[in-house]
């Protein structure tokens, strides 16, 4: 299956590598830091009060890091407790010893996704580990450096530090985006 302006990453096992899973990745989303500075530019010159402008600041930051997080999952809280949930159930299906389902009683994420894909629900736990696997390494990394880029913005305590620090924030965060 293609999709256009969407690549695929294999996932592969660690111990033995073999291809266990492939993530989507949207290459159309436009996550410039052009774009991205212009926008915090035209909010901090319309900003009243230097603690209005460090708290857009602040917020900009965490938007653009949410921007380039949803290149490597949907977006919104909804989708990301789901994949929390089939998170916890992959782990908990994997440590029962991948049991027979004969219904999603148990396992239903689990048990949903093998019948919509046409998989069983050993290789659906595969797919689901793998991908954890992949997004904790990639977002563990980027919250490490959301949070440090963060430190100068809020630390700022004029507008010209203010804006070296929210310019140095985003391209520090630039890298994931690619």
């Known amino acids: 299956m293609k999709f256009t302006g969407l690549r695929t990453i294999t996932l592969r096992r660690i111990s033995d590598d073999v291809p266990i899973a492939e993530v989507w990745i949207d290459e159309t989303a436009e996550i410039n830091i052009a774009s991205e500075a212009v926008y ?3 909010a901090l010159d319309g900003a009243d009060t230097f603690d ?3 708290k857009t600041a602040i917020r900009a930051v965490n938007l653009y890091a949410g921007r380039i997080r949803n290149k490597f999952m949907s977006e919104g809280l909804g989708i990301e407790l789901v994949y929390m949930r089939k998170d916890m159930e992959a ?5 029962a010893g991948r049991p027979t389902l004969v219904d999603g009683s148990t396992y239903p994420f689990i048990w949903e996704e093998a019948q ?3 998989l069983t ?4 736990c595969d797919r689901i580990l793998a991908r954890t696997v992949a997004l904790s390494d990639i977002g563990s990394r980027m ?3 959301r949070m440090a ?17 929210k310019l140095a924030a985003l391209r520090s965060l630039q890298v994931f985006a690619q």
């Open 91 to 95: 782990h908990a299906y994997d440590a």
């Open 40 to 42: 915090m530019e035209e």
């Open 52 to 54: 209005a402008a460090q």
């Open 121 to 124: 629900p050993s290789e659906v």
């Open 149 to 165: 880029a963060l430190v100068p913005v809020e630390s700022a305590t004029t507008m010209e530090e203010l804006a070296t620090a």
């Open 116 to 118: 919509a894909m046409g």
């Open 143 to 145: 919250e490490g450096a």
